[in-house]
């Protein structure tokens, strides 16, 4: 029964064509996919604390602000100006570990060569040992060699948070403020002579289906059906949270998927997020007040 319900949980999020063996490959997905680590949950912690501003009454202050780990230059625009893989959530992700981990590395010395080790040989990365002149130079070898899984926490961290769209609209909304007073003339190939992003109409395939999915084939406002079975005419329709005349960018932290008349209704000038991410359902709490916990 249990794998039963995995089936359905995951045909009910397929497109309406989908094939027999789409539908396996994604129900062996779910079923055997590896759990987080917990430096990625632990991250992803913190940077939900960044996001939402409550970082430093839970961590302290380490001196970095929003846009420090942003980083407004043309590395970002690239990233914010059409939808890629690696997004703006996986890049500030990246920027807050590096900074955490070289300042480990500059305050510890032996504890950071064990933590360092720990987290290359749990990812898998390839490492070379080589001999080392002194501590130091040990340490710097060995930060060189943790971009490759810092990235990997990047995108643990990335699927971890990307469900919670009112955290996303939270980002897109601080991201639309950090790069308000970036110059269109510095950047013109991605944004407009009024300094707000250009736009642009491919939505990838990928893209498509992630917002599918994560919506659970349904308008992330209304809540009605996209999959095609129940209303063959509703089509859905990709959407800017932020919208682009607001400041938003086209990277798909910033995307959600809405039906067309939800779409049409909340215009160009709404910052709203959809707030539905699971299928929801009613209980009745007096059912349970029989039972009795020892």
């Not at 939808?83 to 504890?111: I, M, V």
């Not at 893209?207 to 209304?222: H, S, T």
Request: hydrophobic share 35%; with cysteine; glycine share 6%.
């Amino acid at each position: 029964m249990p794998f039963l319900r995995l089936i359905i949980a995951v045909v009910v999020r397929m497109p309406l064509r989908a094939s027999a063996s789409t539908i396996c490959k994604e129900v062996l997905k779910l079923a055997f996919t590896r759990p987080h680590s917990n430096e990625a949950l632990s991250t992803a912690d913190a940077i939900r604390c960044r996001i939402t501003g409550a970082y430093e009454e839970k961590y302290g202050p380490d001196g970095y602000c929003f846009e420090d780990l942003l980083g407004v230059d043309i590395d970002l625009f690239e990233i914010a100006y059409k939808p890629g893989k690696w997004t703006l959530l996986h890049r500030f992700t990246l920027s807050h570990l590096w900074e955490q981990w070289n300042y480990h590395r500059r305050k510890s010395g032996e504890e950071f060569i064990g933590d360092a080790h720990r987290l290359i040989f749990h990812y898998g990365t390839p490492f070379s040992i080589r001999i080392y002149p002194d501590l130091s130079a040990h340490k710097d070898h060995l930060f060189d060699q943790l971009l490759q899984p810092l990235k990997q926490i990047s995108h643990e961290v990335f699927c971890i948070l990307f469900s919670d769209k009112e955290l996303m609209r939270t980002f897109s909304i601080k991201v639309s403020e950090a790069i308000a007073d970036a110059c269109p003339s510095e950047y013109p190939n991605h944004l407009e002579a009024t300094g707000v992003m250009k736009r642009t109409s491919f939505w990838p395939t990928w893209l498509r289906e992630a917002l599918f999915y994560r919506e659970n084939g349904r308008c992330a406002k209304c809540s009605s059906s996209l999959t095609g079975v129940f209303d063959p005419t509703l089509k859905p329709q990709v959407d800017h949270i932020v919208p682009i005349s607001n400041g938003g960018t086209t990277d798909p932290t910033n995307l959600q998927y809405l039906c067309e008349p939800c779409n049409k209704k909340k215009g160009n000038r709404s910052n709203e997020a959809g707030g539905f991410i699971y299928v929801p359902w009613q209980y009745s709490p007096s059912k349970f007040s029989r039972i009795r916990i020892d």
